[in-house]
């Protein structure tokens, strides 16, 4: 089968936490634009969700469902899952995006902070792959994407919660992928570099302040600084990695963390 006719998703089902915005919100419209059907997740204004929901369904013929867990929340995490597994006949992609972040010296790093990026970036993703493991099983086909990050490869000063997370979901990516590969299961980690949405907005004025330069500063020489290519990732490419993993020409690739970062971490 060429790659283009494996690109449709027409009668599988998806779950992108994290989808009310930025590289979850990419990655479950190209979803949705594929055929399948998606459950999206993530916080907002509920109006505006429902209207971001209703459009997806409309313009791809889908069926989206929203689900509000708080990926805090191990039960509601739970409750997502078998709800997308009961409404969409099974679950055949799961996406763990959701995730936050905070910059601080860590000596003054808040304890509730690392406590919320573990659990957010980290533990989310090993609730929600505990759910969802037993159905892909017994249906012997499953794609578990988990959205890293270059910090899942280096570190960078000041973000002593993310980068530790995100190490792993490293971790959590290759001993599951190993523990399911016999099952039709793949299970890879996308590590992206500085890629421009709302996360990375929100925190170059934070950046500015622990290192005491300007924003622009921060833009020019702190994020872009360690890309080679000087340019943001965009959402499209990181969704359009993500298709390329759920096809079956991608069944070989497991246990991977796969960079798209403009050469950061090669440099
Ligand atoms: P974003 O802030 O645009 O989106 C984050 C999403 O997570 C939102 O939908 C938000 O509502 C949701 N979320 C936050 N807390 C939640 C909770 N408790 N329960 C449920 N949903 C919750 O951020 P983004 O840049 O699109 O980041 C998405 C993922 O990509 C994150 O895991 C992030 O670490 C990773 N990432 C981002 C970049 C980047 O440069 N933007 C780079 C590498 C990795």
């Known amino acids: 089968m060429s790659l283009a006719d494996q690109l449709s998703l027409n009668g599988k089902s998806a779950i992108v936490t994290g989808s009310t915005s930025g ?49 805090t929340k191990p039960d509601e995490i739970a409750a997502m899952v078998a709800d997308a597994e009961a409404a969409h006949d099974g679950l055949d992609i799961l996406v763990n995006n959701a995730g936050i972040q905070f910059v601080s010296p860590v000596e003054a790093f808040p304890i509730e902070k690392w406590n919320a990026i573990l659990a957010i970036d980290l533990s989310a993703a090993f609730h929600s792959i505990r759910a969802a493991v037993p159905g892909m099983k017994k249906r012997g086909f499953g794609r578990i994407i988990n959205t890293a990050s270059a910090h899942a490869l280096v570190a960078s000063p000041f973000k002593a919660g993310y980068v530790s997370a995100k190490h792993g979901v490293g971790g959590l990516t290759k001993t599951v992928a190993v523990e399911v590969a016999e099952h039709g299961i793949t299970v890879n980690a996308i590590c992206p570099g500085y890629v421009w949405t709302p996360l990375v907005e929100k925190q170059i004025p934070d950046t500015a302040k622990a290192r005491g330069i300007t924003e622009e500063q921060v833009k020019r020489d702190v994020l872009l600084a360690a890309q080679p290519t000087k340019e943001f990732v965009t959402v499209d490419e990181i969704a359009d990695l993500a298709l390329f993993l759920t096809t079956p020409s991608a069944r070989s690739i497991t246990g991977t963390l796969i960079s798209i970062d403009g050469g950061w971490t090669a440099a």
């Open 23 to 71: 590289i979850g919100h990419a990655i479950a419209d190209c979803f949705a634009a594929a055929g399948a059907n998606v459950t999206i997740n993530g916080f907002g204004d509920a109006g505006e969700i429902e209207t971001t929901r209703a459009a997806m369904a409309d313009k791809h013929g889908v069926d989206i469902r929203y689900s509000p867990a708080d990926m």
